[in-house]
């Protein structure tokens, strides 16, 4: 497994935007996909985005199509997520994941290391 730490969260005012970033602690992940997910209070954690090892390919919830741009930097070991034009129901706490199963890995299960969470506060 990998440690990870999320960083970057804040509160945001809808139509700004705000970014993301993740990192492991202590070990490289370039050869795992990776991908954030977001859990609101009350609610399941819902995949948001994932991107491959090598930044090729990207896969996104529709929730975040559009919107949500995923992206990593495999020299600074860093994946980021760009939040664009954030609304209030972009409200959660967002959690960066390590995968290594097949593409695209989009449920919890396929992912095996998880952060902390970061808070998202999209004010209206």
């Known amino acids: 497994q990998v440690q990870l730490v999320e960083s970057g969260g804040g509160l945001v005012q809808a139509g700004g935007s705000l970014r993301l970033s993740c990192a492991p602690s202590g070990r490289t992940f370039s050869r795992y996909a990776m991908g954030w997910f977001r859990q609101a209070p009350g609610k399941e954690r819902e995949f948001v985005a994932v991107?491959?090892?090598?930044?090729?390919?990207?896969y996104y919830a529709d929730s975040a199509k559009g919107r949500f741009t995923i992206s990593r930097d495999n020299a600074k070991n860093t994946v980021y997520l760009e939040m664009n034009s954030p609304k209030p129901e972009d409200t959660a706490v967002y959690y960066c994941?390590?995968?290594?199963?097949?593409?695209?890995?989009?449920?919890?299960?396929?992912?095996?290391?998880w952060g902390q969470g970061t808070q998202v506060t999209v004010s209206s």
């Open positions: 991107i491959n090892w090598n930044g090729g390919s990207t």
């Open positions: 994941a390590a995968s290594g199963s097949s593409w695209p890995p989009s449920t919890f299960s396929d992912f095996h290391s």
